[in-house]
Each structure stands twice: as C-alpha cells, then as structure tokens.
C-alpha cells in the first residue's frame, strides 16, 4: 500500500504552535494522498465475517440483528456455507430421489430456508455475501455410496448439478462463490491419499472445480470464482484416506506438477486439463503460535506465509496449470482466519490479551502482503459445548463473543486495529472509506494524549506512515465518521 503522508518529527513539531501544526500537517496528507490517487488504486484487504453455527440456525428477526451488528463493527462481507447434504433431499439415501433434477433450484425438495433468510438478510443489511459450495454431500452422491460416507468421492456432475442450483437461486445477491471447504482435509473429503501416501483428493477437487467453474461463470459471469479454500497445514504422515494435506504440496498435485513445477501427465494426471480460477481462498490459521511466526514446513502456509503460497500460486499460473482471466496473477482472500481463546478451551486456545493483540497483527500482515484483498474473521460467537475433555470443544472457541455473548477485548477493538512495528505506525479503520486519523501519544500515565500525526486513510480505510524518532510511551489514534478511538499501544524503546 502506498504511504498516505510523511508526519514531521517530534523535534520539528515543537517547534510549531499546535493549530498551525495540524493545519501544516493535514495539507501534506491531502498532498501526499492526491499524489497517491494519481499513482495507484487504493490497496488493502475488505473485511469478512464467518459463522454458520449461528446464523443457518435463526430466525429471520435474529438474522436481522446479527446483520445490524455486522455493519456496525465494519464488516464488509459474510461468508456463508450452502451445505451440500443440509440442502439436498434424502441425504442419508444411497440411491438418489427419484425424478429428482439437482439443477432445478425450484425444486421442492432443495431445503433451501435456512441459507435464503442469512443471503436476504445480509443483502438487505448492504453485505456483501461470499457462499462456499460444500460437501459433505449426500451418500447418494458419492461414486461408492455402499461407504455411507458424504465426503468419499462425491460425483463432480452431481456437484456441477447442485452448484448451478445455487448460482440460479442467489446470483442476484452473491458475488463471490468458494468451491467447496478445506479439500485437503479429511473430515470435507476423501480419500485424502492412498497408502503409500500420493495424493487423491487434489485429483479429486480438481474435477469438482472443473465441473462447477463453468457453471457458476455461466450463470454470474461477472462473479469471482474462488479455488482452494484450503487449510493452512497438513499431517505429519501423509499416507492414508484420512491424511490431511499440506496445501502447497495439494496445490501442486491438482495442477499436476512436481516439486520442480515440471508436469506430470500419469496416473491421475493422465488427460491433464488446466484448472479454471478467479481468485484463490485461503484458511491462513497460526493456531497456537504468534502470527509472526513462519510455518517450518515449506508446504504450509500461514498467515506470515502468504509471499510463499504466491510464489507457488504464481509459479502454476506461469505454466498454464491454473487458467486464470487474462493469464494475470491471482489474488487470494483470506476467508477463515481466526485464534481460539482460553478460556473456555484450554486444550487449544490463547489467552484473550493474545487473541486481542494476535488479531490485530495478523490484519497488518495480510495488508503488508501484496495481493491479499480479503481477511475473514471466524467466528463471532464462540461455538457449543458438548462432552468432556478435549472432545468437549469440537466447535472453535474463536469469537470475539463468549457463547453467552459477553464481550471479549478482540471486540473491542475490532473496529480500529493498529499495530507499531518499528518506527511504522499502521492501522485499519472499520468501516472503510476516507477518514482523517489523529494519531495521539503520552509518556506519563496521568499524562494528556497530545497529536503527533494526523494523516488521511485511503478509500479501503487504511493508513501507514513512519514517524521517525518515536519515543517510548503509550499511542492511540482517534477518527470521526463515525467517532472511534483505538486501543492503546505501549512502546517501550
């Protein structure tokens, strides 16, 4: 992102009568951002909710509640599962309805309610909607339906079939469809790879993308298509049907290419086909570890590994194993991120002051890293409790909400994140738009916050300066329209 302005020095700012300094410096932001709207389009990721345990569970009048406080909290978009096996008629059924036509969203037997009242909802709201088309699918479309298993090799027609059913239905109000949920883990599809650990579920994927990318372009030509969808680490031994795979290395094999980037054109990559992509959707979790932190496996990618999943996503698109629109390179958009918090999960979570802090800069790497355009946060409430033991947090304990809905720090903060990095001062006003940002400091507790910058955001709400010289203490930054304060940073050298 290009610099919105140069705010002076702490000596040359005291030097000058506080009026005159704000008036001398707002000049210079409006240069510096006129100068800046000449040069390049504003950059910066939009901001992205997620929580289907919550909403495909409610009442309209719940729905329109939760919506309200999306807008409010600056959400951009919600991201939104239509669940396969949930919408089809007779799930469990090895044999498929008879005369029923998957393509035919007027059919009645589609139990379509619970995703029509969240996609009205949030249009109604001015959201935009991303809907993930996911498996599990029902046992009747699986290629080996005697499994009784909804993720063993769902039949790409029928996925075809059913995402031109949801194109049909909800193209007015979508404009970012995700084909399917994290492929290269076991519990969305399966096999994963066979005993001597070569990978089928990226052969498999593949041919679901192939057969819904027309579709939805046929129907929403000018939507934008998402691949991937993957999560961001994979099994230690990657032998099995239940394997997890690591995502770069699942990349490759649905591109059918080795290590080196040269094609593989045996086996399952026999009659190669490039895979057709718009945009790439990605589950950067960190877990446990600080989002600072690099994946050690090379084939990972967390939210610090984006320069390396562009590298590997550029590399197939050079080579013509991913078609993409003009042969340009892809954007990807982060769309589930999140920390699990303790409490209440003290098996896998972070504390809630890390939580609040880790958030915060995961937002600054996914701006810092060219070609990031989106960053979802999972979830707003945390998830059910059932059982004992580590078996009783099966859902993620993510939200910026506990269940009962109190208020963790995250959201508090959630509106205006901002991060100091060196003499680099970087924040996020939600939502976005052009805002004027008052960047404060005090050295003493009791102390006055007095103006040290005050610079413009670009058009996505964004702004980043340096500020030379910065001294120890605490900062904020203060913005109107609507009125915020952010949370405060303490700088200790």
């Known amino acids: ?31 510096a951002l006129a100068t800046a709207a000449r040069a390049a ?40 599962s239509a669940f396969w096996n949930q919408i089809a008629p007779d799930a469990l059924s090895r044999k498929k309805p008879g005369g029923f036509d998957g393509e035919n969203s007027s059919d009645p037997r589609y139990a379509f309610g619970p995703l029509d009242r969240v996609i009205a909802g949030a249009s109604k709201q001015g959201i935009k909607v991303m809907l993930t088309i996911s498996t599990p699918g029902p046992v009747w479309a699986s290629r080996d339906p005697a499994r009784d298993n ?40 399966q096999p994963q790879a066979d005993r001597r650990g070569r990978p089928i579920s990226a052969h498999l994927y593949r041919g679901l993308v192939q057969a819904a990318y027309p579709r939805i372009k046929e129907g929403d030509p000018d939507s934008v298509a998402l691949v991937g969808e993957l999560a961001s680490t994979g099994s ?53 570890s600080a989002p600072r932190h690099r994946s050690e496996n090379r084939d990972d990618a967390a939210i610090n590994d984006g320069a390396r999943l562009l590298r590997t996503l550029d590399r197939l698109t050079r080579v013509g194993a991913l078609s993409t629109p003009g042969r340009r390179r892809l954007d990807v958009f982060y769309t589930e991120f999140g920390y699990q918090t303790n409490p209440p999960d003290p098996f896998a979570g972070v504390s809630l002051a890390r939580q609040r802090r880790y958030l915060q800069v995961a937002a600054y790497l996914a701006w810092r890293t060219p070609r990031i355009r989106g960053l979802n946060q999972f979830r707003l409430t945390d998830g059910a409790l059932n059982g004992s033991g580590p078996g009783r947090f099966t859902e993620f304990q993510s939200g910026l909400l506990f269940r009962n809905r109190r208020v ?47 610079v413009l955001t670009n058009e996505l709400g964004y702004f980043s300066f340096r500020l030379p010289g910065r001294k120890p203490g605490k900062y904020r930054y203060r913005y109107t329209e609507p009125a915020g304060t952010s949370g405060v940073l303490t700088v200790r050298k």
């Open 1 to 31: 992102m290009t610099q919105m302005s140069t705010p002076l020095p702490f000596a040359a700012r005291r030097l000058l009568v506080p009026a005159l300094a704000a008036c001398v410096l707002l000049a210079l932001t409006m240069a």
């Open 408 to 454: 963790k720090p995250a959201f508090r903060i959630f509106r205006h994140p901002f991060v100091i990095t060196g003499d680099r001062f970087w924040g996020h006003v939600r939502p976005g738009g052009a805002h004027t940002v008052r960047v404060e400091y005090r050295r003493r507790p009791k102390a006055k916050f007095r103006l040290v910058a005050q």
């Open 150 to 189: 909804p993720v063993w090799k769902p039949r790409p027609a029928a996925f075809g079939a059913f995402t031109t059913a949801l194109v049909t239905r909800y193209a007015e109000f979508v404009d970012h469809w995700g084909i399917s949920n994290e492929p290269n883990r076991a519990a969305w599809l």
């Open 41 to 80: 389009a504003p950059r910066g990721a939009e901001v992205s909710i997620m929580d289907d345990q919550l909403l495909l569970n409610a009442s309209e009048s719940e729905i329109a509640k939760e919506m309200a406080l999306f807008s409010a909290m600056g959400i951009d978009r919600l991201r939104v």
């Open 236 to 288: 230690d031994d990657p032998r099995g049907a239940t394997a997890h795979q690591r995502p770069l290395r699942f990349l490759r094999a649905m591109a059918c290419r080795d290590r080196a980037n040269r094609a593989v054109r045996r086996g399952r990559c026999k009659g190669f086909r490039p895979v057709p992509v718009d945009a790439v959707g990605h589950h950067p979790y960190q877990l446990l």
